[in-house]
Structure formats: structure tokens, C-alpha cells
């Protein structure tokens, strides 16, 4: 993307609030980018970075929708660390999903990741409302897998409720192996789609074939 004034004003802007906040933790951090690749916690600019995805659309000079998306899901990454647990990050990315209009597929999987690493158990019932709402298609992916990962036959079922569709479908089946233990009577359900017209579908089908008990 070619980088306006805007973008480059609007990182300015971000990047001396994270600045400020990381000095409290010792680091030198002044920039999303720094906190997406760093292996360092900063406990104190979580709250930053909470207030800005708030407040973004308020606090930027950008307008393009897709300049918007993207500067939200760097911030969207940024909050994707261990420190944002059990903060009101959580509860703000499910809303984002809904923000109209709706975002592009790349921030709708960016906050559908960020909250399979920050959701625990006692959000089971948000989540699960949030991976069987169609309207948000292929974002909604890393919630199935959240699902399975918490061993549920409820999160198991709503799985295998969702691989009819399309946009969510490869994944779906893929993560459907992981289920431990993986219970008897689900082969009618993935041989369907062996002969699929994606090809991806067809792989994860087979793959997920090999590991489900007779």
C-alpha cells in the first residue's frame, strides 16, 4: 500500500502513546509493529492499546475504510498477548466483529485469532454464539478451533454444525481431528465431503477420515 501523510500521522500519534506507556515497564517500544514482533510482555500498554481501538476512528486522520481496517488490525494484533487476558479486551473484540460496516475478511480473522489466544472457559457461551453466526464467515474460523480446543461435545457439535459451510469449511473438518477424544459416529458426517469441489475440503476430509474411530 503506498504510505499518505495520514498513515504515517496516525502511527505517530499511536506510537508516542505506546512509547510513553512501555518507559513504565523499561522498553523502548514505540510502535505497533514493535509490540506485534517482540517475545516481551508490556502489561502497561494494553490498556493503550484498549482505549485506541475505542476511540480509533475519533483520534485519526485516516478515512479510507481499508486504510481504517488496517491500522485496527494492527492494533488488534497488538492485543493479541497473554497481558490482555481478563481485560475488557475480550469482551470490546467481540463487539469490533460487528462494527458496520462490516470489516474486510483480513480484520474479521485478525480478531477471530486474537480471541481464540485471549478467551477463557467462562467466555464458552459468547463464543460459541459468535462461531455459529454465519454473517461473519471465514472470520469466525479460529473460534471453531477454540471450541474444539476446550473438549466439549457442545463445542464439538457446533463444529460440525458449521462445515456446511463453505466458508468455513477445510478448517472446520481440520479441527475437527483435534478433538480429544475423538468420539464414534462422526465418519457419515465428513465422508460427504471426500468428493467436495474444493480441494482443500477434500484433503482435510481425508486427513480427518484417517483419525476418526470405525
Do not use: C
Not at 504515517?8 to 509493529?33: C, N, P, V
Not at 487476558?85 to 470490546?92: I, N, R
Not at 464467515?137 to 474444539?148: N, P, Q, V, Y
Not at 477420515?209 to 470405525?214: A, E, N, R, T, V
Request: proline fraction near 7%; charged fraction near 25%.
Amino acid at each position: 500500500m503506498a504510505v499518505t501523510p495520514e498513515w504515517t500521522r496516525s502511527h505517530e500519534l499511536i506510537g508516542k502513546d505506546i512509547a510513553k506507556a512501555a518507559k513504565k515497564d523499561g522498553l523502548q517500544f514505540s510502535s505497533i509493529t514493535d509490540l506485534v514482533n517482540t517475545t516481551q510482555r508490556y502489561p502497561s500498554v494494553v490498556p493503550v492499546l484498549i482505549d485506541w481501538l475505542q476511540h480509533l476512528d475519533e483520534r485519526v486522520p485516516l478515512t479510507d475504510p481499508k486504510d481504517l481496517g488496517r491500522f485496527r488490525s494492527g492494533i488488534i494484533r497488538a492485543l493479541t498477548t497473554i497481558d490482555a487476558m481478563g481485560t475488557e479486551a475480550v469482551p470490546l473484540l467481540m463487539d469490533e466483529y460487528y462494527r458496520q460496516p462490516q470489516m474486510s475478511p483480513g480484520t474479521l480473522f485478525a480478531i477471530g485469532n486474537a480471541l481464540r489466544y485471549l478467551a477463557v472457559p467462562t467466555d464458552h457461551d459468547r463464543i460459541a454464539t459468535l462461531a455459529a453466526d454465519r454473517t461473519l464467515g471465514s472470520g469466525r474460523a479460529a473460534l471453531l478451533e477454540w471450541l474444539i480446543e476446550q473438549g466439549t461435545d457442545d463445542g464439538l457439535r457446533i463444529v460440525l454444525d458449521q462445515i456446511d459451510d463453505p466458508s468455513v469449511r477445510a478448517l472446520g473438518i481440520k479441527y475437527i481431528r483435534q478433538f480429544t477424544p475423538l468420539p464414534t459416529g462422526l465418519r457419515p458426517a465428513i465422508e460427504r465431503y471426500v468428493g467436495d469441489s474444493d480441494r482443500e475440503v477434500r484433503k482435510q476430509a481425508k486427513a480427518t477420515l484417517k483419525k476418526l474411530p470405525q
